[in-house]
């Protein structure tokens, strides 16, 4: 009894200090309670105010723009502490130390990429009196000023005592590691190495089609040309790939397998959009925005206003960095999706017994450098690391052949000083030019402002090789290194175009005709919702804001438009059961609309992945594929969808073991096991099989406590719909919508979650059926939120 | 009367400490008084009344002011109790009164092994 109440014993905490009833976990009953109050921050240089929303959201009025970042950092961490903590020591390669062995394969991972050294030397790279050093500095001062009010008073987050740690001092380098974290998250790509291991497999003539530079299907991209003139080398065919290569790839992609979901870029998803006046119902210019990312409770974002002399900017930040990442100020609105162009490449270092730990690169020998880490482990012994570093970046794999990693979030980049000078942009040319600082991830940043001008934007590295594959592992000699990066000019970009509409949604940027490489087809994505998002943009009539909201939750699927029509027409001759045949008429009479109601839903989406199985399986089955095909089935998807509406009789069809088919023996096929198994599992009646019965969301609980998830609940969409929601469980989606407004200067916007992480909160979820509603709250003012009905207000004073 | 007197004095100790923070305090308190009073039949038993009550009143003031519902739902959530907010607040008080009761015991039997005067 006295081990348990004063040890832990594994996974269990103390039960002493856990449960003890003044300062334990039950003091996140205080913690849960905001009510107007009056405190002493150090460092403040003078009186601030914060103003919270009845539904959370903060207002931070402050007369410097030191107070503005310090506040921010306090108020930050006095709702996300614990998140905060979680973010950095993920990046950091700390989550052992509190976790335990199980969080070491993400440790190492992690120290190996190396987010903990790009942002130390980020930090170096500040000079005293900078901007964005001074943020950082304040904001840290205000994490800390949290830090340390929290445990003079015993409200750190119940997860702190339960879990049993304290939260060391917030530092600058936490900062920018976080947003290393979200570099990774979005531009961290092992396609590479997926392709290199089904080369092996299939052989480079069909990888090579299969898996082309350029996308074979229809797109919208927004950047139609013309292009200025480059040289342009020619795309290359498919090498084979060595059995070493192979060996290195396929250790490679078992390490990365094994990382938790989220750290690395799956599959894109998000949306952003302008609309000029000239096609404005209120002669203003519109946008809006919705990036799509695992959803969790507490979100990724926080919401808030910031006030100060050199800053009037309102949406969304990232807790643990300073700044407004999507949002509006007084005259512009921007939002942002990722771009997907490849920014990572695999290097495959030439070795000798002769040369002992050195590796050959621009004609001479050179030896790796080497990085030593201790990994503290809960309950274990600390983990000692070293990491090796090629020129070309870390080492991640030493079987078969040694390889090496070249990745765009590994060079310096001061994001945030991008968007501070964002965030005080008041024209097209200044965030345009703010822009051209933005070096990783590359994202679509979309725009518009109060004089309706609306533009578009590719920012950041398009990295270039010399020669070479890269979508292959590539030599690392030095004739494929990485030379440089498309030219700023360059990069796809879009100003006020006469067609009054702009739309990104991670499809290709640009039409074949522009002379760089940007990545291979299945580096992004395959377009559906960027279609879709165009069809509707491009149509008849004015449109209004209550028009941006609807298409952020337009349920129609681009590919079920396509596909649903041949497929009818394949069916005509076949003999069908009644069953068959019911579901058949369900999709002839169906408006492509995944609604939870929609039976016709169902039949299509277990049609498709029926056909993407009957068509693939079997190449995977007799050629011994080493990759999962679901992790390459977006690109897959798209291929079958080419050769179904233009190339019936591709050889893909007539795989080793089903004989010689067409597309339309294929969906004949499909079709039956799609219908045998829905009526296995729903029931006999077609009718009855709506969407909703066997597709849902869940918003997952950040410490992966699966009560405190949200649902699962019956979802709309799908994972080609503008509203996102891949999957049968879907827990990615759009994580924030925002339309502005500019003709009725309104500004709206909402996330599925709360500003609290304290499950204990009101403020928990309490964000979740406004958004999954389709609807969106006011962004206030602070004028207007501190008259708000519900209002709370903090008095914050050196 | 005595008794009484010291459970009294012994109880209120126990709880303004442990309204300080000190949650080991019913241990400590219950050991001493467990070494005061040499019948074991009684010591222990108060110092488990002591460990109940010391830990029952913080928690009942802190339901009187924020309302404890949610979190101890959010408890038995993070401990893989679905939301059974019983189990938390049972627990909870459990663990303050067997440490009242674990030091009453150990000191009632470490009076056992001293040999009684002659």
């Known amino acids: 009894m006295l081990y348990a109440a004063f040890l832990p014993a594994g996974p269990l905490p103390a039960l002493g200090p856990a449960f003890n009833p003044t300062t334990g976990a039950w003091t996140m009953a205080a913690d849960a309670q905001v009510t107007d109050r009056m405190l002493h921050l150090v460092g403040l240089q003078q009186p601030v105010s914060v103003t919270l929303e009845a539904n959370g959201t903060a207002h ?20 996300r502490l614990f998140q905060m903590d979680l973010m950095r020591r993920q990046g950091e390669g700390r989550l052992s130390e509190v976790f335990g062995k199980a969080a070491l394969d993400t440790d190492r991972f992690e120290l190996r990429l190396g987010l903990l050294r790009t942002a130390q030397v980020e930090w170096g790279q ?32 119940a997860m702190f005592t339960l879990v049993g740690y304290q939260p060391k001092p917030w530092t ?30 299939l052989g480079a003539d069909l990888t090579s089609e299969w898996f082309p530079v350029l996308p074979p299907n229809r797109q919208s991209p927004y950047d139609p040309g013309p292009y200025p003139k480059a040289a342009i080398a020619p795309i290359q065919t498919m090498r084979t790939v060595t059995d070493a290569e192979a060996q290195s790839a ?105 040369h002992p730990n050195q590796y050959f690169w621009n004609g001479a020998w050179q030896t790796y450098r080497s990085v030593s880490y201790d990994i503290p482990v809960a309950g274990a012994a600390t983990e000692h690391l070293i990491v090796t570093l090629s020129v070309h970046g870390p080492v991640i794999s030493d079987r078969g052949v040694t390889t090496s ?68 592992p590539l030599p690392g000699t030095g004739e494929s290194d990485v030379t440089g990066t498309i030219p700023f000019d360059y990069i796809p970009q879009v100003y006020d175009p006469a067609s009054g509409i702009l739309w990104s949604a991670n499809q290709w940027q640009v039409t074949p005709a522009y002379p760089y490489y940007l990545g291979t087809a299945n580096f992004y994505d395959p377009g559906y919702r960027a279609n879709e998002i165009h069809r509707v943009l491009s149509g008849p009539g004015k449109l209004s804001a209550a028009d941006m909201m609807s298409l952020q939750t337009d349920t129609r699927d681009f590919l ?88 019936p009789a591709n050889r893909a069809f007539s795989a080793p073991g089903v004989g010689s088919r ?96 304290n499950p204990a909160s009101s403020w928990y979820v309490n964000r979740v059926d406004t958004w999954w509603d389709g609807r969106l709250d006011p962004m206030l003012s602070a004028a207007q939120a501190a008259s708000a009905r519900g209002a709370v207000s903090w008095s914050l004073a050196p | 009367m005595r008794l009484y007197v010291s459970f009294l004095i012994a109880g209120l100790v126990a709880l303004a400490v442990v309204l300080l923070g000190l949650w080991w305090a019913p241990f400590v308190i219950g050991l001493v008084f467990g070494a005061q009073e040499r019948r074991g039949r009684v010591a222990v ?42 189990i938390p607040v049972v627990l909870t008080l459990l663990v303050g009164t067997l440490l009242g009761l674990t030091g009453a015991w150990l000191a009632s039997a470490g009076r056992a092994l001293i040999p009684a005067p002659r």
């Not at chain 2, 003031?61 to 109790?81: C, D, K, N």
Request: proline residues 5%; negative net charge; without cysteine.
């Open chain 1, 60 to 79: 931070i009025a402050a007369q410097t723009d030191h107070d503005l970042f310090l506040a921010t950092g306090y108020v930050h961490a006095r709702f």
């Open chain 1, 126 to 157: 500040l000079p005293a009196g900078d901007p964005t050093r001074d943020a950082l500095l304040a904001y840290a001062q205000g994490v800390n000023d949290r830090i340390a009010e929290a445990e003079s008073i015993h409200q750190l987050g």
């Open chain 1, 172 to 201: 600058p380098i936490d900062t920018l590691v976080i947003k290393g974290d979200m570099t990774q998250t979005l531009s961290f790509d092992d396609t590479p190495i997926l392709v290199a291991l089904i080369n092996k497999s």
């Open chain 1, 250 to 354: 396929e250790a490679a992609y078992q390490a990365i397998a094994s990382l938790p979901a989220g750290l690395l870029r799956t599959e894109g998803a998000s949306n952003n959009w302008a609309v000029a006046p000239s096609k404005s119902a209120s002669g203003g210019a519109l946008l809006a925005g919705d990036p799509h990312l695992d959803l969790t409770l507490p979100s990724i974002w926080f919401q808030l206003s910031q006030d100060s002399p050199g800053f009037h900017v309102a949406g969304v930040s990232i807790p643990g960095t300073p700044g407004v990442l999507l949002g509006h100020n007084q005259h512009i609105a921007w939002s942002l999706t990722d771009a997907m162009n490849q920014q990572t490449f695999f290097y495959a270092e030439k070795e000798d017994k002769a």
């Open chain 1, 405 to 472: 990693l070249w990745w765009g979030g590994n060079l310096p980049s001061q994001d945030l000083t991008v968007l501070m000078h964002i965030n005080q942009a008041s024209s097209w040319q200044e965030f345009r030019d703010a822009l051209r600082g933005w070096h990783s991830p590359t994202h679509n940043f979309v725009y518009a402002d109060d004089r309706g001008n609306i533009g578009l934007i590719s920012a950041g590295y398009f990295p270039q090789v010399a020669k070479g594959q890269p979508w292959l």
């Open chain 1, 560 to 647: 079920a438009s396509e596909i649903v029509p041949v497929l009818l027409q394949s069916l005509s001759t076949e003999k069908l059961s009644p069953t068959e045949s019911a579901a058949r008429d369900l999709l002839a009479g169906w408006d492509y609309r995944m609604d939870t109601s929609s039976a016709a839903a169902s039949v299509w989406w277990t049609f498709w992945q029926s056909y993407i199985s009957e068509t693939f399986d079997p190449w995977w089955k007799s050629r011994s594929v080493k990759v999962k095909r679901q992790d390459v089935e977006r690109m897959l998807g798209q291929d079958l969808e080419t050769w179904t509406l233009t190339d």
């Open chain 1, 662 to 757: 067409g597309a339309a023996d294929a969906q004949r096929t499909a079709f039956h096991r799609a219908i045998a198994g829905l009526g296995k599992t729903l029931g006999s009646n077609p009718r009855s099989w709506t969407w909703g019965r066997i597709h849902t969301r869940e918003l997952t609980n950040l410490a992966l406590i699966t009560s405190l998830n949200y649902g699962p609940r019956a979802e709309r969409g799908d994972g080609n719909t503008p509203l996102a929601a891949g999957g049968a469980i879907s827990t990615s989606g759009p994580s924030w919508r925002m339309v502005v407004d500019w003709g009725s200067a309104t500004f709206q916007g909402v996330y599925p979650g709360g500003q609290s992480e």
């Open chain 2, 45 to 86: 038993p108060a110092g488990a009344a002591i460990g109940l009550v010391s830990w029952l009143v913080p928690l009942a003031v802190a339901h009187e002011r924020y309302g404890l519902g949610p979190t101890a739902q959010s408890l038995a959530a993070i401990m893989g109790f679905g939301h059974e907010g019983a």
